[in-house]
């Protein structure tokens, strides 16, 4: 990975020329997953993309040809961004009249993001974590989509953790959707679903879909971006296969920076509150 990023950065600070600065970063995503970017800041801009080369790296085959081709691709998108009208895209993060429009929550992992917890505003819920982030769909590949709130962007804005929780909450259930699988299956590329697994707060829904199947509901984490919903049919065959069907899907399916949880979650319409019904293994533990 190391040889194959230092190549790519060669190659455009040869392409580039002079006026511009390049170096390597290493951000920490969901679950501890480290992803190896190359930053780019071009002389009297405010801010600069980051291009993350993982995913090249994973079809890089050795080739003289594939590096002029990745770069090629790499530097359409670095003067896309330059195009944009940064100071702009800065004060709808940094000014929270703007923000807060965009603010949604997510949920993570608890035990699997201690560490980047620790200067992020959260709630712990049951085994996982309610973080906020700022969502702009607008911005040119190779800047982020999305923003988690920090602790300092949180100070920047002057505002209360449970303000800003209390506006996020509201912004993701009045998004909120949910839809049979059948449908899904039916139409998979027309379903944008971004951490859309915050689904498990919205109790409202979750009373709807319980009223509507006539039974309390068992909750699957498919991933950060999506829960699976099953009635109770109340029996132990249902429950034993439960216990494995998680693991499975997050072991075999699931990329390890989207995984959510190998727990299982039950909603009890009459209580009107959601539990664990089965604590799975850590995330860590999984791929060994």
Not at 40 to 60: A, C, M, S, W
Not at 95 to 106: F, N
Request: charged share 30%; proline share 3%; hydrophobic share 35%.
């Amino acid at each position: 990975m190391e040889e194959f990023r230092k190549k790519l950065m060669e190659e455009l600070n040869r392409k580039l020329g002079k006026g511009y600065e390049l170096w390597v970063t290493d951000v920490n995503k969901n679950n501890g997953t480290i992803l190896h970017g190359i930053s780019i800041l071009k002389d009297g801009e405010i801010g600069g993309p980051t291009i993350y080369v993982d995913n090249l790296y994973q079809t890089f085959r050795g080739t003289s040809e594939e590096v002029e081709k990745m770069v090629h691709d790499i530097l359409a998108d670095i003067r896309a961004c330059f195009e944009t009208d940064n100071e702009e895209i800065c004060k709808n993060v940094c000014e929270y009249d703007r923000a807060k429009e965009h603010l949604k929550v997510a949920l993570c992992n608890y035990e699997a993001n201690k560490e980047t917890l620790s200067y992020r505003p959260h709630k712990r819920i049951l085994d996982l974590a309610v973080i906020a982030f700022v969502s702009n769909n607008e911005v040119p590949l190779g800047r982020p989509g999305i923003i988690d709130v920090s602790d300092r962007l949180l100070k920047i804005w002057g505002v209360s953790k449970e303000e800003m929780f209390a506006t996020a909450l509201k912004n993701t259930m009045n998004d909120a959707f949910c839809c049979k699988l059948s449908d899904l299956l039916a139409a998979q590329d027309d379903f944008q679903l971004p951490r859309g697994a915050s689904m498990l707060l919205n109790g409202l829904a979750l009373n709807q879909i319980a009223e509507e199947l006539n039974s309390n509901l068992f909750i699957y984490p498919s991933s950060i971006h999506e829960v699976l919903i099953l009635p109770d049919e109340g029996t132990r065959k249902q429950r034993r296969m439960q216990k494995e069907m998680v693991e499975e899907v997050n072991e075999s399916n699931v990329s390890p920076e989207e995984r959510l949880s190998n727990s299982v979650y039950y909603f009890d319409r009459e209580k009107q509150e959601v539990t664990i019904d089965y604590l799975g293994k850590p995330l860590s533990a999984l791929n060994k």
